[in-house]
């Protein structure tokens, strides 16, 4: 490492961070515990979003769209002066590689918590920064990085480097611009589509060929510079598992490098590094197979996957973030930099895998979550109650999980998105739960295609048939519904029952299940069969549920009639019957209406002789600790009352003698 002069003095003390959801929120922390002074920027969606809370300062930046607020560098700009705030945080997306917001900072004399806008210049074009690469050592992908770019050109040089090939947007990234060519009938097609979709997402519309690499992995390596000369890097991070060229799960280090290996592909994203003269944090990607490693990319900014290498490594990459815009030199020198164990992270989302992965809009009714602790980290940027709305990306936070080894690892996620269950929207937990447990994801062995091709199996998981485990899940959680916190009547095996009774019938999605209650415990009778059924309550929420010969820790949340139960199987939704539903129906006979489940009548709501319309409310009862009413079920008098307020009623009980009208004919 080079000498370091020594740490200049701090030159702000004010951060402002221009950006939202978890990663402004992890930023914060750290700034706060550097005991820098943190100010927020909103949208109008975001007023009560927790950045905003948690800064010490936060300033309205405009409407809900990102174009009108966190895109407009001038709105940005006036806030970080209104505040007094002496630097600028971009975190990852909106501005953060904009090299006309760090150009926009140095003018205003604030400080760009980043590269020099000579580097993000550098890698803005994946062409120039090809050309760059190639001159540095770099092993590149062949392929054709020119400015030629009529279509004819552009296939003759997909033909000179042999198909299939790979038609990129040279401008921008997150599989944007992306089309593969098996040969050569198609090659015109992909370079239409890939210049439209990137002319319509950057700009621009220039394109680079490179051979598709075919079953690649996906390694990218963190560096580190500062104003000092020195470059390091920080280990590598395996982000083979993507769809659609977006990441989905992340780890570190990788499996499938040798040591020999790892040295050879960090020693040349330093080398990247270098050429550019950079500093801060910055990520250079590669893909790698049984041939080599090759680059592709260098990202000038900090990863939504950088938690894996903090978790490897025990170092806070914000905080070097800020050292560096300090002035000061790095930290460490390059063999000063350890790691120890094995870390993954997956991206928890808004989303519904089973339409699609579309977005899912609405409020966060429950939000439940592992405990944080040793090897489990949580980074979120929303909180129950909170919205998400259709303006931004759908990530609601990272699941980071570390052990002494990749097996470890991987077992401890697992178990850790068991206790993840967000209700009110769709989220994609159930299918990462499958994606985590595959064999093949297990072994290793995977490349960057394996979601796509594996996608029907890993959707089908947990949405096949329903089975008693299923039915199990969802009687437990109607116990630990009713059940008291000061007392564990369920646990009893002493022939205790509910409100007197020694069967409870309950539907559940046009299945019906009965719990018995014995002396020697529970029942649960299924359409599959009867078997033994007891639950237990953790103390993080979670159920323990004992069906049968066997144990599963389910996750449920309600809302209204409506309960979510998760496993390690996946999650399924279920529809709690209302027994109060059918009063025209199921509890009327020949002018009687009858209580269709046990509960206490709280309110008589019409008198004997009274006449009534259908749909008149009759009276109130309240069981499952909730109010119900019952109506009447045509029109017609009621003409006696058999019950009052303050009596417990039995399912079946006759309450009220009805004369129904009689029709005209």
């Not at 706060?32 to 948690?54: C, N, P």
């Not at 439940?368 to 303006?391: C, L, M, N, V």
């Not at 002396?519 to 004992?546: K, Q, S």
């Amino acid at each position: 490492m080079t000498t370091a002069s020594p740490p200049l003095a701090r030159r702000f003390t004010k951060l402002l961070i221009a950006n939202r959801g978890e990663i402004a929120c992890r930023i914060i922390r750290t700034a706060s515990r550097m005991g820098l002074q943190t100010v927020a920027v909103y949208s109008e969606a975001d007023k009560d979003a927790e950045h905003v809370s948690l800064a010490d300062e936060a300033v309205w930046i405009g409407p809900a769209a990102a174009a009108e607020s966190y895109l407009r560098i001038d709105r940005v700009i006036a806030a970080a002066r209104r505040t007094g705030a002496g630097a600028i945080h971009p975190g990852y997306g909106f501005l953060s590689e904009n090299q006309d917001f760090a150009i926009a900072c140095r003018e205003a004399g604030l400080v760009f918590v980043g590269p020099p806008v000579e580097a993000i210049r550098a890698m803005a074009s994946k062409a120039a920064a090809k050309t760059l690469m190639e001159t540095s050592g770099v092993p590149l992908v062949p392929g054709y990085h020119g400015a030629e770019q009529d279509v004819e050109k552009l296939a003759a040089e997909a033909a000179r480097i042999g198909f299939p090939v790979l038609v990129k947007a040279s401008a921008g990234g997150g599989g944007k611009g992306m089309r593969i060519a098996e040969d050569a009938t198609g090659i015109a097609a992909a370079i239409g589509a890939a210049k439209r979709e990137a002319q319509a997402a950057f700009g621009d519309d220039h394109v680079l060929i490179e051979k598709f690499i075919m079953r690649p992995r996906h390694i990218e390596v963190q560096i580190f510079g500062d104003t000092h000369g020195n470059v390091v890097s920080l280990f590598e991070r395996e982000c083979t598992l993507q769809r659609r060229h977006q990441k989905v799960v992340e780890e570190a280090p990788s499996s499938s490098l040798t040591e020999a290996e790892r040295e050879r592909i960090c020693s040349a994203a330093r080398a990247a590094g270098a050429a550019v003269g950079y500093t801060g944090a910055g990520t250079v990607e590669f893909v790698a197979n049984e041939d080599g490693f090759y680059f592709i990319e260098m990202n000038t900014r900090l990863q939504v996957e950088h938690p894996v290498t903090e978790m490897i490594t025990g170092l806070d990459l914000v905080e070097w973030q800020l050292r560096v815009a300090f002035g000061e030199a790095l930290p460490l020198a390059q063999d000063e930099i350890t790691r120890r164990g094995h870390a993954v992270e997956v991206r928890i989302y808004a989303e519904d895998p089973q339409s699609g992965f579309l977005p899912s809009i609405g409020r966060i009714e429950s939000w439940r979550q592992p405990a944080a602790g040793p090897g489990i980290r949580i980074d979120s940027g929303f909180r129950e109650g909170d919205t998400i709305t259709p303006y931004y990306d759908p990530m609601l936070a990272k699941l980071i999980v570390g052990g002494a080894d990749r097996l470890e690892a991987f077992s401890r996620l697992q178990d850790a998105l068991a206790g993840f269950q967000v209700a009110g929207v769709r989220s994609n937990v159930a299918f990462l739960k499958a994606l985590v447990a595959h064999p093949a994801v297990r072994a290793g062995t995977m490349d960057t295609g394996f979601i796509e091709r594996e996608l029907p199996q890993l959707l089908a998981q947990g949405e096949g048939g329903i089975d008693e485990r299923d039915l199990a899940a969802a009687a437990a959680a109607f116990l630990a519904r009713l059940r008291k916190p000061a007392a564990s009547p369920w646990d009893s095996t002493d022939g205790w029952t509910i409100i007197g009774r020694r069967r409870l019938r309950l539907v559940f999605d046009d299945i019906e299940i009965a719990i018995d209650y014995r002396r020697d415990g529970l029942i649960l009778a299924t359409p599959g069969g009867a078997r033994a059924f007891r639950v237990n309550v953790r103390t993080d929420g979670r159920l323990d549920v004992f069906h049968g010969d066997g144990k599963e820790v389910v996750s449920a949340v309600w809302l209204g009639r409506e309960v979510e139960v998760s496993t390690a199987r996946g999650s399924r939704r279920f529809t709690l019957a209302d027994p109060f539903a059918g009063t025209d129906a199921a509890a009327v006979d020949a002018g009687h209406v009858r209580a269709p489940m046990p509960g206490s009548v709280t309110h008589v709501l019409a008198a004997p002789g009274d006449r009534m319309k259908r749909g008149d409310p009759l009276l109130v009862i309240e069981a499952m600790k909730m109010e119900h009413m019952l109506r009447a079920p045509a029109d017609g008098r009621l003409v006696m009352l058999r019950c009052a307020v303050g009596d417990f009623v039995q399912e079946g009980t006759d309450l009220v003698e009805f004369e129904i009208e009689a029709m005209d004919e």
